[in-house]
């Protein structure tokens, strides 16, 4: 069955390509259907791809080739939480080493402008830690960093 809510992102015709990564890139992610244009159009040609249903990490999106007329913003982010630094490293690593960039606090861009936190659940107990104190140390910690050092995190949380 269909999921009732589906989050459509723009792209300007690289759809498929970004969905591909982000199924290799991430856990229980996949490419589903591509759905081509059945003839030629204002903006494009017969067998052109409009629009592409895939999952990332189970969540239901669909890539809309919708031209150059939108750009991605910070003000929509996936959120990934990862267990070690490892998998932060490797998520990370991935998005800014295929065509992304590098931002603050474990946020990244990939190359079609889409933005990811890349959040280690580390950092999430350290800010939440209810020695204020602690949370402080940690969470200013994180306010240097760009990519998130879970070491780093935890000895600011000690102190």
């Known amino acids: 069955m269909a999921s009732k809510n589906t989050i459509c992102l ?6 498929l390509d970004a969905a591909h990564f982000y199924a290799e890139t991430f856990p229980d992610s996949a490419v589903r259907t591509v759905l081509r244009a059945p003839g030629d159009y204002p903006s494009g040609h017969e067998g052109d791809v409009l629009t592409v249903e895939f999952t990332v990490m ?6 809309l080739n919708g031209g150059p007329a939108f750009r991605h913003s910070e003000a929509f982010s996936f959120q990934v939480i990862t267990e070690d630094q490892a998998e932060t490293d490797r998520l990370w690593r991935a998005i800014v080493d295929h065509g992304g960039q590098e931002s ?4 990244c861009k990939d190359r079609w402008g889409l933005s990811w936190q890349i959040t280690p659940r580390a ?9 204020r104190a602690a949370a402080k140390r940690a969470f200013e910690a994180m306010m240097e960093m760009t990519c998130i050092d879970i070491a ?3 000895a600011a949380r000690r102190g």
């Open 10 to 15: 723009w792209y300007d015709g690289t759809a």
């Open 104 to 107: 603050a606090c474990g946020w």
């Open 58 to 63: 189970g969540i239901p999106c669909l890539g």
């Open 152 to 154: 780093a995190i935890e």
């Open 123 to 131: 950092l999430m107990a350290a800010i939440a830690d209810p020695d």
